[in-house]
């Protein structure tokens, strides 16, 4: 096997685990937010746990990807090297394996899209939980005997409670 598919074959052995990682990620995101959902704190908590297992993989993987890309850069002319997610692409699009069978463009293109759930998830777990300490912090309130309303003024903007 010559060292541009050895190169290749790792490269996208890579990024098929970091598609695996990053699509865990998502379904333990999901869960989590089914959890708050629900208020049930040890599945949130086992969850949250499982969660950062995950994400400590990621990063490890993040750091081999890193390595190995350094390198290569070490074997390659300054015209040649591998700036930017751009660059990897070029470089891996040129071996004769990528253009006939696209492995690594799709595993990128996966990788793309779960990492775009991942945030749209986690904005949707941000906002329940932004909700839920509004909500304790009203019952808070009224638990101490605190009035528990808001004056506005005309142009919607809360006013300040004497």
Do not use: V, W
């Given at each position: 096997?010559?060292?541009?598919?050895?190169?290749y074959f790792y490269l996208t052995d890579l990024w098929?685990?970091?598609?695996?990682?990053?699509?865990?990620l998502f379904n333990l995101t999901c869960d989590e937010y089914l959890y708050l959902l629900d208020s049930d704190l040890d599945s949130i908590e086992k969850t949250v746990a499982e969660k950062n297992g995950v994400i400590t993989r990621i990063a490890e993987l993040e750091n081999i990807r890193k390595d190995y890309l350094r390198k290569i850069n070490a074997g390659l002319k300054d015209s040649e090297k591998i700036n930017s997610h751009q660059d990897l692409l070029k470089y891996v699009g040129k071996s004769t394996i990528e253009k006939d069978q696209k492995h690594f463009a799709?595993?990128?293109t996966l990788l793309i899209k779960i990492i775009g759930k991942i945030k749209t998830q986690n904005k949707r777990n941000q906002i329940f939980l932004r909700k839920a300490?509004?909500?304790l912090s009203e019952w808070k309130k009224e638990a101490f005997g605190e009035k528990n309303f808001?004056?506005?003024?005309?142009?919607?903007?809360?006013?300040?409670?004497p």
């Open positions: 096997m010559k060292d541009n598919e050895k190169i098929q685990q970091l598609c695996e990682e990053h699509a865990l799709r595993f990128n300490m509004i909500s808001q004056i506005y003024n005309a142009s919607g903007k809360t006013l300040e409670q």
